[in-house]
C-alpha cells in the first residue's frame, strides 16, 4: 500500500493513541484543532491539578531563577525562536491536514482523496476485510447506552460510518448521512462509529449536527483497526448478509452518499 508524505505526521484526537493500529501501521487523520458545537456556551475547562508534591506555581515563578525552581526565565533570543516555530507549526499543520474530499478542488488548503491514494489502493490497511467478505463481528455499545453486536445490528443493508469529533470533513458530512437516512432508512441501517472516542466525547457534536441514526464508540480503537481504518472519515457499505458490498475512504456529499448506496447495495436512494 503506497502512502504519501502526510501519512508519516498522524494528528492524533484526544482519545485514544492513534499510532500501531492494524498491525504496526500509521493512521493518518484528517483532524486538526477540535471544533466545539456552540464555542459561546461551553465554559473554559480547568487544567489538570499539580501531581502530589509539586508546588503550585506563583505569580513570581515565571520569573524565578533559583537553582530547583520549576520555571526559569528563558533568554530572549530563545522566546523569538520558540514564538516563529510556533507559527510555522500552526501553519504547517493548517496546510497539511489531508481533509479526504471526493474530488479535486483545493478550497480549504485541503489535499483530495486522489492525491492521497494511489489508483491501486483500496483505502484499507493489509489483512483488513475485502469487498465480497463478511465483516467480523464486532461488540458494540452505541451512544444510548445500550449494547449489540455488528451481526445483530446488521438485519438489513447498511451504512457504516468512521467518523470522529476531531475530523473537520466527518463533521461536515454528518448531514448528508443524516438527510439520507431520513429518505431511505427503513431499507438502510445507518451506523455511526465513534474513532478512539467515548460517548461523552462525540455526543455533543453529533446532536449539534442533528444526527438522529445509531452511534457507537471505539475510544480503544479495537473496532476502527479491525475494519482497517487507515484514514477518517471511512464508510463501509454492508449488504443484508454482513458481506462487505463496497468502501469509501474520504467525505461524500449527499448526492455522492447516494450514489454509492444505489451502487453498492442496490437500494434506490
Not at 37 to 63: I, N, R, Y
Not at 159 to 176: D, G, K
Not at 243 to 265: C, F, H, N, P, W
Request: charged share 25%.
Amino acid at each position: 500500500m503506497s502512502r504519501g508524505p502526510l501519512d508519516a505526521a498522524p494528528l492524533a484526537s484526544s482519545g485514544a493513541d492513534r499510532d500501531g493500529v492494524a498491525g504496526g501501521g500509521t493512521v493518518t487523520f484528517v483532524s486538526g484543532i477540535t471544533p466545539d458545537p456552540d464555542p459561546t456556551e461551553l465554559p473554559d475547562e480547568p487544567g489538570p491539578p499539580p501531581a502530589a508534591g509539586q508546588p503550585t506555581a506563583g505569580p513570581d515563578d515565571a520569573t524565578a531563577g533559583a537553582p530547583g525552581s520549576l520555571r526559569r526565565r528563558l533568554p530572549v533570543r530563545d522566546l523569538v525562536i520558540g514564538t516563529v516555530l510556533a507559527l510555522v507549526a500552526s501553519v504547517v499543520v493548517a496546510v497539511a491536514v489531508v481533509s479526504l474530499t471526493g474530488n479535486d478542488q483545493e478550497d480549504d488548503g485541503v489535499v483530495s482523496i486522489d492525491e492521497f491514494l494511489d489508483r491501486e489502493d483500496p483505502g484499507a490497511a493489509p489483512g483488513s476485510p475485502e469487498v465480497g467478505q463478511p465483516l467480523p463481528d464486532l461488540d458494540l455499545t452505541l451512544f444510548d447506552g445500550s449494547t449489540t453486536t455488528l451481526d445483530a445490528f446488521v438485519d438489513r443493508p447498511t451504512v457504516l460510518n468512521v467518523w470522529a469529533s476531531t475530523c473537520p470533513p466527518c463533521l461536515r458530512e454528518m448531514p448528508a448521512f443524516q438527510a439520507v437516512h431520513e429518505d431511505v432508512g427503513k431499507e438502510v441501517a445507518f451506523l455511526g462509529l465513534d474513532s478512539g472516542e467515548s460517548i461523552d466525547d462525540g455526543e455533543p457534536f453529533a446532536k449539534d449536527r442533528g444526527v438522529t441514526y445509531a452511534l457507537a464508540e471505539d475510544p480503544d480503537l479495537e473496532r476502527s483497526t479491525t475494519l482497517g481504518l487507515v484514514g477518517l472519515p471511512m464508510t463501509l457499505f454492508i449488504d443484508a448478509d454482513g458481506v462487505l458490498a463496497g468502501r469509501k475512504l474520504g467525505a461524500m456529499d449527499e448526492s455522492e452518499l447516494r450514489a454509492k448506496i444505489t451502487e453498492y447495495l442496490g437500494v434506490e436512494a
